[in-house]
């Protein structure tokens, strides 16, 4: 197992106070039960945004705690779900009055443990809502998941809701929000390559030299298809088709467009990938209106990539363009 | 060979129309010769930046092309210099009147190549000053490279200089200052695994499941020592420890530390990383006054890291936190 670190039980704690330590100026982290939260929680008066999940998908969604994107994220062991009791610390350490939402990806352990969460906030008098992403076409019902898995779209839905928030929405529109970006985006993904969990000390998959996994989980969950290496112009029709077909997308609509890195794949096959997808929407008479290229949802050091379009309007627009500044996504300040 | 591309010949090309695609509000791509440049250009009244080298280091220097930051990057074939010609042209591209600063990683070809441009737009009229980085203190003389070779320095540079270029400093200033950030910085990387050229097909050199290599460059080329695995702990050490001694940093130090990702790490373990060195430099009385941590000169899916310490002062630190807007790097605007 070749990985920066020292004893695979430290790595989240370790990779946490080094999160700390560079962005003091964004977050604080708090330990036992362990979550990231914005320096100025709560801020009074602001629907709280918060979610969680395995490590390992990093800067999701530690990374995207800041001003104008998410108010806490609560990190678990690698590819395995927060507990209730960090969910509820974040929960009460970012409430300012005005309740809180839960974003939580579409896996069995981090659906059961944020209601769990919710719950246990309710009773303490702290309004929770609730949106459950599962924008993955690949497969319905996978290991971890009964339904689709939230993936990528989870991304871009923390950035589009955290600005509704910040913005003074009330709970119930940063949810109808939140759940609008979810039913209007798809996304499919692809590896390369197996990872390597690092108390498992060996690779999840194993994948052929030759071979590639179409439809990958984040976790190295399968996909639809294993099937021979392939040229990026067909590994972008083989992930853009199924999406586009889903929602549909059609003719004259107006996408954003996220270009995502597994973790293990350099920037300049994701902008070559980018550039494939570009073809194919234009094909199709789909504008991207805007775009993210980059390793933002990601599996360990897994090579590979993935590909997400929400379908966007003015409301969606202006939230995206909306400030923010956080660990990995900044603009506008 | 598993990599996300077509044809390894275009590459770079179908690479550059992806960041084309992506960031028009930002940059264009001009093809034959190839280079990326500043969508405003040239601006009327400023020092002019620009950068290049090879490619398969992404986002250096492309990525960098932006307000703040470098007017236009030149790249090259995979690990190969640009030509003359690219850099004459960019050079052209960018010319407003004030003179054009060339920022050239210490490789003979790149050296040779800016020197042979930098005499014919001298020709053509345009004043050009050039700056030379040779940060890593890893090795002297190497592979490709006569003197120390110039590595994660120039990531900050571009962005010091840049600020400075922006802010109207004539070109001497803008010479001064990036002169002073290669001469208060140094650097030092390693890998724990190969990377492979699209052109070769194979990985460029050989490294056991168990060892690593220590003081490696960003084409691959040998480091200091080829040793067994060692803990993140330990492997900071032996970045931190030579760097610190060379210039050398000293206790009462304010410092930029950059923790760079070479491609095919994941950020857990840069943050990880991270911690590691926070830890030794408090350790030394030294202060982190700024920071930078991700994958900013990578070696295609190169797994390994670099660090980068730059004495920082009054000046450095305010030409630092001046406002970028590339597509790597962006902040207050």
Chains 1, 2 share one sequence.
Not at 16 to 31: E, K, N, T
Not at 72 to 99: E, H, I, N, Y
Not at 153 to 180: H, P, Q, S
């Amino acid at each position: 197992m070749k990985k920066l670190i020292n004893a695979p039980e430290n790595v989240v704690k370790e990779a946490l106070a080094g999160m700390a330590d560079a962005h003091s100026d964004l977050i604080r982290v708090h330990y036992d039960p362990d979550y990231i939260v914005r320096a100025d929680a709560p801020v009074q008066g602001k629907v709280g945004v918060i979610s969680g999940g395995g490590s390992g998908h990093e800067p999701m969604h530690g990374g995207f705690v800041g001003k104008g994107m998410l108010d806490a994220a609560c990190p678990g062991a690698v590819f395995t779900s927060p507990v209730p009791d960090q969910m509820l610390a974040a929960t009460r350490a970012v409430s300012g009055g005005k309740g809180v939402l839960h974003v939580v990806k579409n896996y069995t352990g981090d659906v059961m443990n944020f209601e769990m969460a919710a719950e246990l906030a309710a009773a303490e008098g702290i309004e929770v809502a609730s949106v459950v992403t599962n924008d993955d076409v690949a497969v319905k019902d996978s290991l971890y998941t009964a339904g689709r898995r939230g993936v990528g779209v989870t991304v871009l839905l923390e950035k589009i809701a955290g600005a509704a928030a910040e913005a003074g929405a009330d709970l119930a529109e940063v949810k109808r929000i939140a759940e609008k970006v979810n039913a209007q985006g798809r996304s499919m993904g692809m590896a390369l390559t197996s990872c390597t969990v690092p108390h498992a000390g060996k690779p999840t998959f194993e994948l052929p030299d030759d071979e590639m996994e179409i439809g990958i989980g984040i976790h190295g969950e399968p996909g639809r298809t294993r099937t021979k290496l392939a040229s990026a112009t067909e590994i972008a029709e083989m992930l853009a088709g199924p999406i586009l077909e889903d929602l549909p997308f059609q003719s004259g609509d107006t996408v954003l467009a996220f270009v995502n890195g597994m973790g293990g794949t350099p920037l300049i096959e994701l902008y070559l990938m980018y550039n494939e997808l570009h073809r194919i929407l234009k094909g199709k008479g789909i504008t991207i209106g805007r775009r993210l290229v980059g390793s933002y949802i990601t599996s360990l050091e897994m090579a590979g990539c993935s590909f997400t379009l929400v379908k966007l309007d003015d409301e969606l627009t202006r939230l995206w363009d909306a400030p923010v500044h956080t660990p990995a996504l900044r603009w506008g300040m």
